[in-house]
């Protein structure tokens, strides 16, 4: 069946680097978009980056740009966000999901199956 394990969160001061995975299973990162989220405590849902499979083509919501990068390494069926000069507004969980097709999109009805989420504090 289709799973999306994310690791990689923790605590991190301001200004500190987090890399999460998201690794895959039940089917093939070749032909789906996969999109990183992120929710903090009495906040909606919020998308934060995504990645297509075919071309590559990425897309950050403008509070993250310059500061995270995602990329996917297909063949361990696996997606990264790189979290740079993080701040304490990036305290969220954050959860992977896979799309419906490869349409690299940040609105969250685009995603079909979400993995279980990876705290990530900021803080002094």
């Known amino acids: 069946q289709v799973q999306l394990v994310e690791s990689g969160g923790g605590l991190v001061q301001p200004g500190g680097s987090l890399r999460l995975s998201c690794a895959a299973s039940g089917f093939s990162l070749d032909y789906y978009a996969i999109g990183w989220f992120r929710q903090a405590p009495g906040k909606e849902r919020e998308g934060v980056s995504c990645?297509?499979?075919?071309?590559?083509?990425?897309y950050y919501v403008d509070s993250v740009k310059g500061r995270f990068t995602i990329s996917r390494e297909n063949a361990k069926n696996t997606v990264y966000l790189q979290m740079n000069s993080l701040k304490p507004e990036d305290t969220a969980v954050y959860y992977c999901?896979?799309?419906?097709?490869?349409?690299?999109?940040?609105?969250?009805?685009?995603?079909?199956?979400w993995g279980q989420g990876t705290q990530v504090t900021v803080s002094s």
């Open positions: 990645i297509s499979s075919s071309d590559g083509y990425t």
């Open positions: 999901a896979k799309g419906e097709d490869d349409v690299c999109s940040i609105g969250p009805f685009e995603y079909d199956y």
